[in-house]
């Protein structure tokens, strides 16, 4: 059964600049914490490796698909689940010019581009 994001985790961890994003090892260690970006969309949330897959911290989430993130004064263990809508990465796009529009474009522009499109993970709570 999967875990929800209850309104009030969406709104601080959307509403955050950065996540802190430690993905677990394969040995279940947690890797040092990433600050990334996050965006929101409906009632999920969202992440993206500037590096595409190239990112260190992604390639672990990739293996492990666990680990643990914190923003907004939320601290949760989630599950990282690749996201390859087209239509929905769409929406990612835009929720990312949004948020993060007000940055230059050299740090917008890679992250609504193809290698980090193909590098976009939806976090999913993890079941207590």
Known sequence: MTANWSGE???KIAGADELEVSPRREDGSLRGATPI????DGDELYVRSYRGD???WYRTAQGSHRGRIAA???TKDVTFVEETDSARNDRIDDAYRTKYGRYPSQYVDPMVAPAARSATLRLEPSAA
């Open 9 to 11: 985790e969406l709104s």
């Open 37 to 40: 970006w996050v965006v929101r």
């Open 54 to 56: 190239a990112g260190v």
């Open 72 to 74: 907004g004064g939320v």
